[in-house]
């Protein structure tokens, strides 16, 4: 069995539990599920509202990691507020997704510019979460002139927004040209000498095309998707149905 790629956003599971003051569905014991059952990692997308994953979920999603998975990742996501560097600071989690969303947006749907304002805010923010020994991701739209511009600032993976190409699941043409972008940034990013990450609307009908022309990809960070998934089959299977999917098992 080779190491696993996926690594599981539980927002949506998050979300669920908030509609009632309750502790169920636990954010943590799912995500305990899915990491004993040979996924690599958690990711958890904390919004200033907390209208899903709470800085409460954070920490205790951190002590689970260090207690009981410490071979194990967490990936917080995040635009580099203020707020959230102080998160990232406290938190400290093994990768940082640097993403360029509004406050209320209700999902990431692009990556950044890198205009000049963007590039001085990220410059700073890379600084700071590289101080605190945490590995620095930016979501990037499927472009491959915006690799080397990662790189340039800092970077040390990105994130390839893969939502156009998942959006094409009943348009085989379209989808193929939206998996052309994204391979050839892919390309482009380890070129550059960055590690290079997926996600967004990533399913088990859409991973093997990709993984099969950039099997080079080290993460696919999946929560809708999978979500969906494991409401059918469960979240430990659900792991397996990925990893399968990602020629893993």
């Known amino acids: ?41 958690i990711t ?14 954070v920490f205790e999603l951190a002590e689970l990691i260090e207690d009981r998975f410490p071979h194990k990742e967490l990936c917080l996501e995040g635009y580099p507020s203020p707020d959230f560097l102080d998160l990232v600071e ?38 700071a979460a590289r101080d605190a020994a ?26 390839i927004y893969t939502g156009p190409y998942g959006g094409c699941y009943d348009n085989e043409t379209a989808a193929q040209r939206e998996l052309d972008k994204i391979v050839a940034t892919a390309e482009a990013a380890r070129a550059a000498g960055l590690g290079v990450n997926a996600g967004h609307d990533l399913t088990v009908e859409n ?26 089959h469960g979240f430990a299977e659900s792991v397996r149905r990925f990893r399968k999917a990602m020629g893993e098992i």
Do not use: C, Y
Request: charge should be neutral; aromatic fraction near 4%; charged fraction near 25%.
């Open 134 to 159: 945490v590995t620095v991701s930016l979501f990037l739209d499927p472009d491959p002139a915006l690799a080397a511009e990662a790189a340039a600032i800092g970077a040390e993976r990105i994130e």
């Open 44 to 57: 958890v997308h904390p919004r200033p509202d907390e209208r899903h994953i709470r800085k409460t979920d």
């Open 90 to 127: 406290k938190a400290r989690p093994d990768q940082v997704l640097f993403v360029p969303d509004a406050p209320d947006q209700q999902t990431s749907d692009h990556g950044w510019r890198f205009d000049p304002a963007s590039k001085a805010l990220l410059k700073e923010a890379i600084t």
């Open 207 to 232: 991973i093997p095309a990709l993984i099969k022309r950039a099997p080079f990809i080290r993460e696919m960070s999946i929560g809708h998707g999978f979500t969906a998934d494991a409401l059918i």
């Open 1 to 41: 069995m080779t190491a696993s790629r996926l690594s599981v956003n539980v927002n949506a599971i998050a979300m669920l539990r908030n509609r009632r003051d309750l502790p169920w569905p636990s954010v943590s014991g799912l995500a305990a599920i899915a990491l004993e059952a040979g996924a690599k990692g």
